[in-house]
């Protein structure tokens, strides 16, 4: 009996270790999805947002074009071959859908939760891709549409000191590599307003400048005041400990609270009990400079 529960057991474990072997590589997983989903993404920074994400963000170059889709990746065996990509949905969605269908049974071990982790960051980022790529265009649409140096300013500041952006204390662009990156963004997206970028981000900067100083001074003025208050405290300790004032008061309230006969006349234990009880005091004034 002994025998057959170890053999069961050995076996429990084996299949166990079997299991726990299966584990998802997500660099495979990845390769995979992107044999179906971003093709020729090496010049197209929007494909995968094309391919597998949504049709509003237009469709690949290279199916503008004609020209047949090269893989990504096409000599590692976790590939989606190219006969295989021909029934690929062309449908964003479906397409999506398919390709995790096929990448499952590709790459052992991986659930829909790995390629949700994995890969819909990625087409989020190919999304913000092909938002500026349209973006772009809009630009290149409205050029000869100038604006005024006022309404150009308007714009420019309302996008930096949105909470996305910079905010309106400029927290997020205290550095100037994060203050250009974000007026980068919000120049392109102020359609017209090239005549006037270099002037208006000369003017934010200063603005930007002058907040954070400011802040820093409300931070310096209450960092004084919590100094200040801390200093009259100690001086009020340390003038109590100078005359035993503070230990003297503690004697008289613990004697008017918890002696019976208040420490009068006549019982002076009640007198030394406080005064113990209020050994404190003592004690702590000696470690007080």
């Known amino acids: 009996m002994k025998t057959q529960i170890l053999f069961f057991l050995s076996a429990a474990l084996l299949c166990t270790n079997a299991h726990a072997v299966a584990k998802c590589s997500r660099a495979n997983l990845t390769r995979c999805l992107d044999s179906a989903c971003a093709i020729n993404v090496s010049t197209n920074p929007a494909a995968r947002c094309q391919y597998c994400g949504t ?47 096929q990448c499952i049974k590709k790459v052992s071990g991986c659930t829909i939760d790995d390629i949700t982790d994995t ?11 092909a938002g500026v790529s349209a973006k772009m265009e809009k630009t290149l649409d409205q050029v000869s549409k100038k604006k005024t140096k006022t309404s150009c300013q308007s714009e420019i500041t309302a996008c930096m000191i949105a909470d996305r952006n910079c905010t309106a204390d400029y927290r997020k662009c205290s550095t100037d590599a994060d203050f250009d990156r974000v007026f980068a963004s919000c120049s392109v997206e102020a359609a017209g307003c090239n005549d006037y970028v270099s002037e208006i981000r000369k003017s934010l900067a200063g603005a930007r400048d002058d907040t954070i100083k400011n802040t820093d001074n409300v931070l310096n003025q209450i960092i004084a005041a919590y100094k200040t208050a801390r200093e009259k405290k100690l001086s009020s300790i340390k003038s109590g400990c100078a005359d035993n004032t503070d230990r003297d008061t503690c004697v008289e309230t613990v004697c008017a609270r918890n002696m019976p006969n208040k420490c009068g006349d006549g019982y002076e234990s009640e007198k030394a009990a406080a005064i113990g009880l209020c050994k404190f005091y003592d004690t702590a004034c000696a470690t007080i400079d």
């Open 119 to 129: 890969y819909d960051k990625l087409i989020e980022q190919s999304c913000k891709a």
């Open 55 to 101: 049709s509003s963000a237009g469709t690949p170059p290279s199916e503008k074009k004609g020209i047949k889709a090269v893989s990504v990746g096409t000599s590692t065996k976790y590939n989606i071959s190219d006969k295989e990509l021909k029934s690929a949905p062309t449908d964003p969605g479906e397409r999506y859908a398919w390709a995790t269908k």
